[in-house]
């Protein structure tokens, strides 16, 4: 049988395509506690690539057993039990088929797939990985390991290999299946503070730069996750990839394929490798013999190599190419680029342009030239990207997705540039990973995905999500949360898989309505101060709650992380507590500050303790730094830079002290309603709802308080009915009043007395809702996707947005006039309302793209059947709409009324486009006080 550790791993990568049957009639012994399975392979047909696979093997093993395996090559006979690799068609490989009556001939052809079977031959027992390909090979061998006990980032975070009483494999003939996408890869950038630091200090300090051995690290780690396409790291402060002759031999063995980002067109590094002084201007209009030499060179020295071409032009580096400046221009040029680009690469290469991979990565200003009407080779792949911040800005449509050349996607786990990078902390969301790269998988992009990961640490989740979702289209169709239950299962052990998704679920979540980079609330470029959260507006309960958040899950991190054996410390500190107590730390330090203001301004005795509070957060964001660049004696030495690119958010702020108020006494702080000119919070009838009340003093002195007239009848308590103001609470009571749901409509109040002085609490119960129907809350109401009646024209997706689910328009739709939109059946909001009032509704989207420019991205909206409210949520270009959209993940449209009467409503939202993804909607009613980010409302209603 197999071993209980390779039986638990193969349950918790239930939803990857290689899982083996290990319930199957027999298992092939690898390791008997004594003897380890000696590694032969046929290199026929293979290069150098199986060498290293054998040695990569070698060492998985090694870690899982102690034993050295042996490593021998074809010609040496196999003693007892022996691992062969080779391709399909390599003659050792080909005559155990025969003798285990196991066909190979369909493998022919195939892309990336390997057979894994078992053949006798007298006393040797062949453990046979056959590879229609060297990487199908190599992912068979990946396979085999992974399913031992070897995470793919055994080196990379520190998931080091357990050593294991015995191994074994399922006898069971077992084929794996193509990649749904074609190529799969990474691009190393913007390696400025992690990646170029950490490998002049480490891996290639003989180089001060990224080498090849810093590339034969990454290469290991491409093979385990099953990605094939590396673009290479290229900014100035990086030694150009091909500058070092050995880095693409080294990928050349290795078998990955070389391309190169749209700033770099004809594999070439125009930042570090387009001399201007001795080339002249880089400009196509007017030094076209001098660039054609230039990338006629790369040609040359790349043609022995797989490769894949970037097509087009850009500037020097990124930005717009020169000597055109209008969209027309750019399109005529790049047509005539192109052109020579094709026969450039046939001349050189010798062969159809057909045959050449090709790709024109349509970013910026060359996706709108192809907009303008841009001719692309239909041989060429057309590469879609995101908008930065994980929203694809446009895919094939329907004569697009019949191209030869198919098409693909260039996405972003990380970014440099407008309105606010994020460099720093891996925090794209999973849920919105899988909805746009479902979208794209829909619409044929299946040639080539590509993934900025920035240093690849810290981010290593989401590049595995990623490349898993590219390798198997399947996953798109599960959960987000499985696939990261299973991350966890493999790295830290089922009884913290499930503790650990939802924690890291609630990291993600938390990043999703705005990431810690975006904190500061102000821009890259042009670059702005910090300014003040929206979080910290009218009152402070945001503010409060997001820190409270970000307090627990870090609480629940370092728990799960006191219970971690030795051999799993560092790497649950790269890739849950890092992350974690680092977002924690900032937003502490942002939001206590903004805090502390606030506190100030009410003349609280507690606005310098929340200075304090803000400056210990960022004293440990420090200390957290240096413990991560520390970690294993320095392995990661240089990775890990809390301030990339030295950003105004990063700052470490001047701490200000507030003077001691004049004020004497205590104060009652409420977010309610001027009614009867009170500050009064409102309940309705039949509802059981809490308030938060603060009870604060002015100077900090200590003070006694107590409630006078709490009566049970009343139907409303508070939290606690006596205490002291003091230096151990900051003297503040932080309170909750609640109200049980019985007592009836009427205006009451609860006297709290504290120092020498009452202090009165006013109430009102407003009128019973109807139970069926989410309520007014306090002058505002939240609709929630789980309250919509729901037509055939929308689709629910889960895991994604504020409450977990969002609604969108059907993909499969056609754009319609906002007359035609109203004959589709509509999203179907039911609530009720105490007041008559004015106010606004607010549809709050995400802030997606139409598919193509044919699309738009619009809905149409009617409160109780009264004017039709066409809403458009299309941004154009890098707009300051969009800058906000983005910065926000949501896309906000919507319209006011001048009076709504208390009673029930309908609100009713038809789709005119695909697409359309409806976070929530908002109805705030005049007197309700301004927030940031979604509030729950009316929790105990529907």
Known sequence: MASLGSRLLAAAL???????????????????????????????????????????????????????????????????????LGLASAPKIRNLAAQAGVKLDDLSGQWEVYRRFVAHEGKATYIVIAGSDVRGTVYGVVDLTRSLGVSPWSWWADVSPRRQPRLAVSEDLFTSTTPSVKY??????????????????????????????????????????????????????????????????????????????????????????????RRGPFDFTRNSDEIARYWTERIQQSRRYESIYTVGLRGIHDGPMQGADTTQARRQVLENVISLQQRLLTKSLK?????????????????????????VPDDVTLMWADDNYGYLRHLSGPAEQKRAGGAGIYYHLSYWGRPHDYLWLGTTHPGLIREEMGRAYDANARQMWIVNVGDIKPIEYLTEYFLDLAFDANRLHQPADDHLQAFMSEQFGSDYALPL?????????????????????????WVTPNRPTRYVTSNDQEALDRIAAYREITAQAEAIGAKLPEDRQAAFYELVLYPVRASA?????????????????????????????????????????????????????????????????????A???????????????????WI???NTLTFVAGRAQTRPVTLFAHQPATQDWSTQSQNPESGLTLSQTAGTLDASNNYEAKLTLRYDGLSPPADKYIVLRCGNAEHHLYVRIL?????????????????????????????????????????????????????????????????????TSGGKVKIVALPTHPATPAQGLSGVASLDGGPVQPLDFSTTGRSDQWRDNVLSNTSIQGFSFKTLPAGEHILRLYPADPGLVIDRIEIDLDGAQPHYGAIRTDPSGP
């Open 767 to 835: 009128p019973p809702l109807p139970s069926s129907l989410t309520g007014e809350d306090n002058k505002r109401l939240t609709l929630r996707p789980d309250l919509a009646d729901m037509g055939k024209d929308w689709d629910t997706v889960s895991g994604l947005g504020s409450f977990g689910s969002v609604l969108r328009s059907r993909l499969t739709l056609s754009s319609v006039s906002t007359q035609e939109a109203m004959q589709r059946t509509p999203l179907t909001y039911r609530f009720a309302t105490s007041s």
């Open 351 to 375: 062969r159809p342009v057909t045959t050449i991979p090709q790709v024109y990565v349509a970013y910026h200003e060359l996706q709108e030239a192809y907009d303008a009407g841009l001719s």
């Open 676 to 678: 009867n000119d009170h």
């Open 14 to 84: 239930s939803l990857t395509s290689f899982v083996y049957a290990w319930h199957a009639r027999a298992d092939v012994s690898i390791f008997d506690g004594k003897t380890i399975a000696e590694i032969h392979r046929d290199d026929t047909g293979a290069g150098k690539t199986l060498e290293l696979a054998s040695a990569m093997l070698a060492n998985d093993l090694k870690d899982l057993s102690g034993q050295t395996p042996i490593v021998a090559v074809k010609s040496e006979a196999c003693r007892t039990t022996c691992i062969l």
């Open 501 to 525: 998704t939802t924690l890291m679920r609630r990291y993600y979540d938390l990043s999703f309505e705005r990431k810690p980079e975006f904190m500061g609330f102000g821009q890259t470029e």
């Open 655 to 673: 701490w200000p002290q507030w003077s001691t108020s004049q004020k004497s006494g205590c104060d009652l702080s409420v977010s309610g309603q």
């Open 184 to 277: 799969r890869g990474i691009f190393l950038n913007d390696e400025d503070w992690g990646l170029e630091p950490w490998a002049a200090k480490t891996l290639d300090a003989s180089k001060g730069n990224i080498g090849p051995k810093t590339y034969t690290r990454v290469f290991e780690l491409m093979w385990r996750l099953k990605a094939n396409t590396l673009w290479p790291a290229m900014h100035a402060v990086s030694a150009p990839f091909y500058s070092d002759p050995a880095s693409p031999a080294l990928a050349h063995d290795y078998a990955i394929v070389i391309g190169t980002s749209h700033a770099e067109p004809m594999m070439r590094n125009n930042l570090r490798e387009w001399d201007e002084s």
């Open 585 to 653: 730390e900032l937003n502490i330090r942002i939001l206590s500050l903004d805090l502390a203001e606030f506190y100030a301004r009410e003349q609280r005795a507690s606005a310098n303790s929340y200075v304090g509070q803000a400056k210990a957060a960022h004293i440990a964001l420090v200390e957290d730094t240096k413990r991560y660049d520390a970690l294993l004696n320095g392995k990661w030495q240089g990775m890990m830079d809390m301030a990339p690119r030295r950003l105004p958010v990063f700052d470490e702020p």
